[in-house]
């Protein structure tokens, strides 16, 4: 009989207890239950409550001790002294997994950390395994469940995010992201476990982490290791510095090593280490949305001299070198010109397009460039008005990433665009597309071959 | 008397010339006329098409000779090989300065740089000035002005733009400009022209540039030390690598020098040199809209404990400290929290917001901080929901600095949000916000006293 792992009945649970749901609903009451429901969640929910008669039109139990048994989550949103308590009491009731939401354990005063301690001992003692304590806990967009008591986005991604904040959850380095897990506090369930339940699930091809300390590290590298072969993991770090670092005794409890020591085991692992929130987003969405490739020529196709030139000082900047196009190409694009234009790459195609048509003249350069079998990438500048034309041109050539930098004034309308057209590999400067297309690459080149990656190597 | 400077032309044109206008206009027709009325534009307009009867209800005339005396500027947009002798007819016309839309010139083949040189033999012989060729000129939206024939954002804010691409025109880097100068092949009117214009220009605060080369070095030194001790100048470089600069050849036939040799000259001198696009809009935007200060010590509010922790790493990578709270800040701020809970800097106001009202939580806190003599600058993190207050409370305290990392998976919903509310030191992740703010003080800390900035240093 296979085992189950310890974090399915979390991430997908048939039966969730919300112990300590509050009577308050609508804006500002923060209340799980009404989130949960509204995140379509279909199983069997049980409330506990001392003094609410009912919620939402769910009856709530007074206590633990009345729920029926073998529930596979409990949700844990009371004040903190009573929590050793319930969460001993659940166990009583062969619950297999509870989250505590609450907060003030091991991140605040010694009296939280004497409670943290009495939590630690009924998890080593009883069959029952741990998420925090403060921690928002689980999001599943596949299976519609959230336990935050936040309303979270669905977005059904192949992204895990694995996270020692909530911060992360609510998207605020713009990543995003079908399945979560804040660890909070890390009393139990722990980052090698969510490694461990990610590497076998389907439904995610790509893990992203913000970490701020581990505890076991061998551990850790050896599943890092293996799920690498299948999967990239991208990871932000919190605490690098001496103040981040004790800021993050306060956040989580959790004490990290030196930055330096950090650094060594995410490049001799493989992972993917980045420093910038903006970087973060940017690599996994690079992941996501465009093919694996290893080549390192790009073509550039811009309606300006100068941000063609920008982007060719960052072609080299990110260790790409520019695509010498093929006789056939230049054929091609050629007729377009002007006879007295110098055609090269980068493709300054604005003349051109102001003559013939910009989508016209931007569809036979990059279809040209997609055909050019000395092209490994291509990176389009274009203006909000080009977008569909590339994303419909692109799209027939599904093999061959093509990376956009949208430029404009207007932010919101460009985000708008992309969104109207379903367009996701964008970004909104030439570094930032070729940072992260530096990433794919490298993660693609080195998988497989046990040579280490040298992405975040300063 | 007063000596007018030689851009007053061009940059507040009372009449203006359009030789070569097309009869076609509407989308795709890239009318300059139209895009001028468009524009607002007050002035005196005269068109030249030997063609053309009339266009939008404004008669053509036959030829440039056929032109009343002294017009201030003419836009040249026909075939390259008509521009000398058009040059030299408008010089003929008494009209004080010329933009060469028109393209061909040295940046492409040699029949191009004899043109080039045609023009320069006008130039140096009499009296009138040259924009470009290869320009899309001026705009200048405090004087309803814009030679470009793409429509243009209006937008009166005190920067200036000086351009060697039309593309930083279109707003590339997300920064906003009230005035821009697209140098072009600059064939006459150059970088130090620019600057000595802007320098005495009282609607303009902050300069950026985007260039490629440049011709006169001691000139441009000089001039930037002296606009320096008032305005900031921001400069991205494009030809940086070894690509880049022959691209650029092609680009606006201009050669560049050595990296180093530039980033040395910026050094000395104290302009703020970036090499991203993102870091340019960032930075103008920190000048536009913070107040100066020269101080380090920076409060954080955030309501995720995980973002506090990457912020205050990147507080310590710009070379900030974070606050020390005083007594007082501190006696006010406790009250919102549980017992147990650390307070101190960031100030993670999650569960303070939950249990008393977000707004009315992130209001002290921002109030105290603001307030506090020990704290000199504050970075608020934040999701759409607080942006309103945060500007609110930050307006009542001109003098000191508040950027806002604002934070949420949904991008266009925080620049629109941004927009509704008309706020505009906000940035997508922190070390943006202090990479800009880390820019402006410098700045302020340099300025007049003769230390050299460091800014860019590398």
Redesign the interface.
């Known amino acids: 009989m296979n085992k189950e792992h310890p974090l399915r009945p979390f991430l997908e649970p048939k039966s969730v207890a919300l112990i300590g749901v509050s009577q308050k609903t609508g804006r ?1 009451s ?1 209340n799980i239950l009404e989130s949960l429901l509204k995140y379509g969640y279909g199983g069997e929910i049980y409330l506990v409550n001392p003094n609410a008669g009912d919620v939402l039109g769910l009856k709530a139990f007074k206590d633990v001790k009345a729920l029926p048994r073998g529930i596979d989550l409990a949700l844990i949103a009371t004040r ?1 002294n009573a929590v050793p308590e319930i969460v001993k009491r659940c166990a009583d009731r062969d619950i297999r997994g509870v989250i505590i939401i609450a ?2 354990f091991s ?3 010694q ?2 950390k004497r409670l943290q301690r009495k939590i630690n001992d009924v998890v080593s003692d009883r069959d029952i395994r741990v998420i925090g304590p403060n921690s928002i806990g689980v999001v599943n967009s596949f299976g519609a469940f959230s336990s935050s ?1 936040l309303p979270l ?1 669905k ?1 059904s991604v192949p992204v895990a995010l694995i ?6 959850f ?7 992201f079908g399945k979560g897990i804040d660890l909070g506090n890390m009393s139990d369930i722990n980052f090698v476990d969510a490694l461990t339940y990610f590497e076998k699930d389907e439904e995610i091809k790509i893990i992203a982490m ?1 970490m ?1 300390t581990i505890t076991d590290v061998p551990g850790f590298m050896a599943v890092c290791r293996r799920v690498l072969k299948s999967k990239p993991i991208i990871i ?1 770090r ?7 670092r004790r ?2 005794a ?3 409890g959790s004490l990290g090593g030196s930055d330096e020591l950090f650094k060594a085991m995410f490049r001799q692992t493989g992972i993917i280490h980045v ?4 970087d973060f987003g940017d690599i996994v969405k690079a992941f996501l949305y465009l093919p694996p490739f290893t080549g390192n020529r790009v073509a550039i196709i811009t ?8 982007a ?2 960052n ?3 990110y260790g790409f ?2 695509a010498s196009l093929s006789e056939e190409s230049i054929n091609t694009i050629t007729p377009l010109f ?1 006879p ?3 055609v ?1 790459n ?1 493709i ?1 195609m604005l ?1 051109a397009g ?1 003559a013939h ?2 989508k016209y003249v931007y569809h036979r350069i990059l279809e040209s460039c997609l055909r050019d079998t000395g092209v490994d990438l291509v990176l389009a500048v274009c ?1 909000t008005y080009t977008i569909k034309t590339i994303k419909e041109v692109a799209a027939r050539y599904p093999d061959k990433p093509v990376a956009v ?1 949208v ?6 309308s460009i ?2 665009k992309a ?1 109207e057209y379903d367009f996701r590999p964008y970004y ?5 597309a070729l940072n992260a297309l530096k990433a794919v690459r490298e993660y693609h080149t080195l998988r497989g071959t046990g040579i280490k990656t040298t992405y975040g190597l300063s």
Chains 1, 2 share one sequence.
């Open positions: 500002g923060f903190r907060e003030g991140e605040s005063d009296e939280g008591f986005p977005s996270s020692q904040t909530g911060g992360f609510e998207g605020f380095p713009g990543c995003p913000y701020e932000i919190g605490g690098r510095s001496e103040l981040g800021a993050s306060s956040h989580t420093e910038s929130v903006n309606p300006t001299g100068g941000g063609g030139i920008i060719l000082d072609v080299e900047d070198c520019p002007q007295w234009a110098n090269g980068p300054d003349a102001m048509g910009y203006g930098w430029t404009g004034s207007n932010r919101t985000e708008g969104e909104l400067s030439p570094d930032r």
